[in-house]
Nanobody, 116 residues
Framework: QVQLVELGGGLMQAGGSLRLSCAASRSIFSLNFMGWFRRQAPGKARELVATITSGGNTNYADSVKGRFTISRDNARNTVYLQMNSLKPEDTAVYYC?????????WGQGTQVTVSS
């Protein structure tokens, strides 16, 4: 079992920056991957934003490449999402996800709102 707690959401003007953090309840060293997903509207499916594997390999959605950076701190059991050059279309509830190879876990989500 892994509990995930996201922090760092809020309201930001377009062009600004925010950093999200996701703290896990246990060591993330052995987790297959951790990542960030977002849901931009109620009823819409969650979409991948960025993932990072246990080996440090990263993957990004085309819409955030060059603007967002995912990183992990194994000592703090935390994954971060640095979001720069924010756009109104980045407005969404952002969810942290962890996968241990047998199942996935979700955080409760944190709201990010970008005003134009």
């Amino acid at each position: 079992q892994v509990q995930l707690v996201e922090l760092g959401g809020g309201l930001m003007q377009a062009g600004g920056s925010l950093r999200l953090s996701c703290a896990a309840s246990r060591s993330i060293f052995s987790l297959n991957f951790m990542g960030w997903f977002r849901r931009q509207a109620p009823g819409k499916a969650r979409e991948l934003v960025a993932t990072i594997t246990s080996g440090g390999n990263t993957n990004y959605a085309d819409s955030v490449k060059g603007r967002f950076t995912i990183s992990r701190d194994n000592a703090r059991n935390t994954v971060y999402l640095q979001m720069n050059s924010l756009k109104p279309e980045d407005t969404a509830v952002y969810y942290c996800r962890a996968d241990d190879g047998s199942r996935g876990y979700w955080g409760q989500g944190t709201q990010v709102t970008v005003s134009s």
